[in-house]
């Protein structure tokens, strides 16, 4: 299993309210989406470590 990093994260309660939804539309937790949003996002930028070959 991989290991997972914790960290504090400070949110405006309205944002967070927008992504709770959000989480909730996708069927996933509200750090379930904030990954995958951050993954989506690193993703579209082209900035992800390459995968060994």
Do not use: C
């Not at 927008?18 to 904030?34: H, I, T, Y």
Request: proline fraction near 4%.
């Amino acid at each position: 299993m991989s290991k997972r990093k914790s960290f504090v994260l400070r949110i405006d309660p309205e944002l967070f309210k927008e992504v709770e939804k959000w989480a909730d539309d996708e069927f996933r937790s509200v750090n379930g989406q904030l990954e995958w949003m951050i993954h989506k996002s690193l993703k579209d930028a082209k900035r992800l470590p390459k995968k060994g070959k």
